[in-house]
């Protein structure tokens, strides 16, 4: 099975769409989306995501089921450089997360009070048992960090979705902590990741990254990559975004 995790293009915040840049970059999505042989696929029920998924729908002619699960992740915590109002958990300052070790730890990340206090770990779970049950429809059951594959075939699932909520899926799918995708990578607007099961042995299947944030289907028509969910390469760089 492949699943491919798409973020949805160049976002217009303020009206939940996609700015003039992040409609030619679901354009381009689409051009490449055609070109690959889909079984499913789902959709956030967000604008921005909506939006991006409908040039590829109108190309393809497929439908796509909305999931409530696949919005942006939603767990808002108290940061501690932000005083009196709460925050994504899933953007903090380097050196305020980096300093707890937990943090990297997959089965330990949430349990400082930070993130306790925001039930971020019950807002992952949601997401990540939504994502299972899914998975076991299409022949995949968890067990432990591993999948039965009660059903194995070779189907392509598409996903389009948000960049936190994409690193949730993951890290659950490669038991890697959620903090470190966060902070530790960046995929640009329509982007696509690739996970692919792997299956060395009868009916245990592993998912396996074999790309993640390709945006191929830009360069090639010569479009760069949005600056969207990137930060300031160097202090100094006035015209990049800091916060």
Request: net charge negative.
């Amino acid at each position: 099975m492949k699943l491919l995790i798409i973020r949805h293009g160049d976002p217009d915040y303020e009206r939940d769409s996609l700015t003039e840049k992040g409609w030619r970059e679901a354009a381009y999505l689409a051009e490449r989306m055609a070109a690959t042989d889909v079984k499913e696929c789902y959709v956030s029920p967000l604008g921005r995501a909506k939006d991006t998924a409908s040039l590829t729908l109108q190309k393809t002619g497929w439908k796509a089921q909305e999931c409530l699960w696949l919005r942006e992740f939603d767990a808002p915590i108290y940061r501690p450089d932000v005083k009196g109002r709460r925050m994504l958990c899933w953007d903090w300052l380097p050196q305020d997360w980096t300093a707890e070790p937990r943090y990297f730890q997959p089965d330990k990340w949430h349990e400082p009070d930070i993130m306790a206090e925001g039930h971020v770990r019950e807002a992952y779970d949601w997401v990540t048992g939504n994502l299972g049950e899914l998975l076991e429809r299409h022949g995949y059951r968890r067990e432990g960090p591993l999948y039965r594959a009660v059903a194995p075939n070779n189907d392509t699932l598409a996903f389009f979705c948000h960049f936190g909520l994409e690193c949730v899926l993951l890290s659950h799918l490669l038991n890697i902590s959620p903090m470190a995708l966060w902070h530790g990578t960046c995929a640009a607007p329509t982007s696509v990741t690739t996970v692919v099961t792997e299956e060395r042995r009868e009916g245990i299947a592993y998912f396996r990254m074999g790309a993640f944030g390709d945006v191929s289907h830009l360069y090639c028509h010569g479009e760069p990559p949005a600056f969207s969910a990137r930060f300031r390469e160097c202090y100094g760089n006035e015209d990049e975004r800091r916060d």
